[in-house]
């Protein structure tokens, strides 16, 4: 995927969060966001994934202009999948009922088509067992693989993960990691926004560090953690 | 102890305590004389069920409607569902009825005191639902509606699968309450003369100046039929059960 952010800017109230915020990527399978919180990291993530639209700026994605009237990014929502720190599975429906909704009212599968489409992932990541639980019968690691599973089923041409491992304690965090990896082993493309440095260090084809609303270094991995001689990045990779 | 055995127990010595109280009351009963009445007994309590029913449907329809006016983004439509709900919490029921039958049902021609009566009980029991429902709406998390657009669900679609099978468990219990009041508000359309079970239990009283022999059975009465609606909630309450 090709991703050109052109003066992206956002506001919230009187606070500006995206300040004119440029990032062109190359031909990439995964980009990582990293930065201090409150940078504009997850601001980024809600617009890429048509969530929220900015108050000035365009994105293109593999050449496609992202839309800006409702109608058109549910459209473009539908064709992309988005994962949230929190989770928000729906509480009032199964692990398996939550896949099923999007597949069937949104995607227009048939209900043993879309049971069928829900199982091959469930199995792939050990999630069979729990399919008929509902999420607060879930641990947190095992209710975001859901999460993650929910995004994905829809074969999504691109990921949005925002956070994905932050509410999580180190065990999780690595059940959770571990899923992306083989995700990314599988040709999954997407854009991740983690605190989790070594992780990003590993699957990131490139890296943007943003604060302030910008995008302040951008590169591969190595030449964002490595060598990257920006001082505001540099000192933040030094407390870690 | 059992959950049944439990009610029992309460129950029989709620009664015993009743008993003795009644026991101490210098009252020569006359059970024959209200006996001679039953059948309007038997009247006014169906026409009190019919009442009720109607209400019960009418305003949970004005209730949801209300709560969609208090929601709306337009300041006009939500004036209005405000204007609405306070005008009518605000003010005794008795004299919406008044009002409502004697000045508006009268100027616009409407003489049907039934449907008067329903109309006007259930733009008042509606105030009530109107805000219960707003509330069940308010308590699902905005992540929820982020969750259902980000997997592509239209706004219609968002409603109908994540926002009120989940709001629905919120309002049960405060609904149910609220049509527990509806069927005892109901007596008060005695005052706009409907023959309902109140009224009827009035004029054997009058016949007979047997009141608590009039009363009692006015008070069973209402309980067979409140009973089974705080049932019901619960028995609804414990489908939509799960842990948030």
């Not at chain 1, 929910?150 to 059940?175: G, W, Y």
């Not at chain 1, 490139?206 to 604060?211: G, H, K, L, M």
Request: aromatic residues 8%; hydrophobic residues 50%; contains cysteine.
């Amino acid at each position: 995927m090709r991703l050109d952010v052109h003066s992206l800017t956002q506001r919230f109230g009187n606070t500006t969060v995206l300040d004119g915020l440029h990032l062109t990527t190359g031909d990439v399978q995964s980009l990582v966001l990293v930065g201090p919180s409150g940078g504009g990291k997850s601001t980024l993530l809600r617009i890429l994934a048509g969530l929220d639209v900015p108050v000035a700026g365009r994105i293109t994605f593999d050449g496609t202009l992202l839309p800006n009237d409702e109608t058109a990014l549910r459209a473009y929502r539908k064709t992309v999948g988005t994962v949230f720190q929190a989770y928000n599975l729906f509480p009032h429906l199964s692990a398996l009922d939550n896949l099923l909704l999007p597949l069937i009212h949104v995607h227009g599968l048939s209900p043993a088509q879309a049971l069928a489409r829900a199982q091959e992932p469930l199995e792939r990541f050990q999630l069979s067992a729990h399919a008929h639980k509902r999420p607060a019968e879930l641990s947190g690691g095992q209710k975001q693989r859901i999460a993650i599973v929910r995004a994905m089923v829809v074969q999504p041409r691109c990921l949005f993960l925002d956070e994905p491992t932050s509410a999580l304690d180190p065990e999780m965090t690595a059940e959770v990691l571990e899923m992306i990896s083989e995700l990314k082993l599988l040709g999954t493309h997407f854009v991740l926004v983690t605190h989790e440095m070594s992780f990003a260090k590993r699957v990131a084809d490139e890296v943007a560090f943003i604060d302030d609303g910008r995008v302040l270094a951008h590169g591969s991995a190595a030449e964002i953690f490595d060598r990257c001689d920006v001082p505001r990045v540099k000192a933040f990779f030094a407390f870690l | 102890m059992s959950r049944r055995l439990a009610h029992i127990l309460v129950v029989a010595v709620f009664a015993a305590l009743i008993a003795l109280a009644f026991s101490r009351v210098d009252y020569t009963w006359n059970w024959a004389g209200v006996w001679e009445y039953r059948q309007k007994f038997v009247q006014g309590w169906l026409t009190t069920v019919g009442l009720s029913l109607a209400a019960l449907l009418a305003s949970s329809l004005i209730g949801s409607v209300a709560a969609l006016l208090l929601q709306s983004s337009q300041p006009l439509l939500e004036a209005v569902g405000r204007v609405y709900v306070e005008l009518i919490r605000g003010t005794p029921l008795l004299v919406q009825l008044l009002i409502g039958f004697y000045v508006i049902a009268s100027a616009v021609g409407l003489e049907n005191r039934f449907v008067v009566g329903v109309l006007v009980l259930s733009l008042f029991s509606g105030a009530y639902m109107a805000e219960i429902f707003r509330g069940g709406l308010a308590a699902i998390p905005k992540t929820q509606i982020d969750a259902a657009r980000a997997i592509g669900l239209s706004p219609l679609q968002t409603l109908r699968f994540v926002i009120l099978p989940q709001a629905v468990r919120l309002v049960l219990p405060p609904v149910a309450g609220q049509l527990v009041s509806l069927v005892k508000d109901s007596s008060l359309l005695s005052v706009i003369a409907i023959s309902e079970f109140t009224l009827n239990a009035q004029e054997v009283n009058s016949f007979t100046y047997s009141t608590l022999e009039s009363y009692l059975p006015l008070a069973v009465g209402y309980l067979i039929l409140t009973l089974p609606l705080s049932a019901l909630s619960r028995w609804l309450e414990a489908r939509f059960l799960y842990e948030t």
